[in-house]
């Protein structure tokens, strides 16, 4: 004989609760509270999500204060156009599984920002050159997919670009190269011999010898001594 709803306890009870029909309400009306609740679970995460994607949030935890004095010394923060690019919209993906895939990943942040592992400056320089490999990485990897979401080889009008500023820009055109392999320090500091360490992130990916892929990284260097120069 099953035992009554009373002898399985308030776990049982609320099972038998949520799977009986209902009788005080009508099918249409369950299905009309369904699809509101619906509306406000999505509308509830897609604010969440929203709000993670904000610059005072990705700021907020005191081991990002480093990264927020070197973003504001660049262009990304400020410059003659007045247009900004913020935490989110280089590190966050604008298409939903790459969004909610980086969602995911970055709580491996929340736990270093528990676990103290760059609370301090001197282990931010400690852990800087990884840091950055895990970036130049995931970019290199996407075809520097966060970078195209405001700038595009197809809309660059070079005829108005500086000269130099064309001419390395049809170049990586022609050799099939991304932003992020001229450009590895435009949002943060570079940590010291940190070319090396991207060359042999980039070999990697493409399935390469660091030797094989010497020459690309040859015109790299080129590149960034003249823009020092």
Known sequence: ???????RGLLGRLWNAIWTPAVM???????????????????????????????EFCVSCHTMETNLGEYRETVHY??????RAICSDCHVPDEWSHKIKAKIMAVKDVYHELAGTI?????????????????????????????????????????IQETRAASEHQRAIDNGMTC???????????????????EKVTAALDGESVQEHAAAGDDIRDFLNNSSN
């Open 78 to 83: 400020n410059n003659h156009s007045g247009v």
């Open 119 to 159: 609370s301090t400056p001197e282990k931010y320089e400690e852990h800087r050159l990884a840091m950055a490999s895990a970036v130049w990485k995931k970019m290199k990897a996407s075809d520097s997919r966060e970078c195209r979401n405001c700038h595009n080889f197809d809309y660059m009008d070079f005829t």
């Open 180 to 198: 992020i392999d001229c450009h590895q320090g435009i949002a943060h500091n570079l940590p010291p011999n940190y070319l090396e360490t991207y």
């Open 1 to 7: 004989m099953a035992d009554s709803p009373e002898k």
């Open 25 to 55: 309400f009508s099918s249409g009306f369950l299905i009309l509270a369904g699809f509101l609740a619906g509306i406000l679970f999505w509308g509830g995460f897609h604010w969440t999500l929203e709000l993670t994607n904000t610059e």
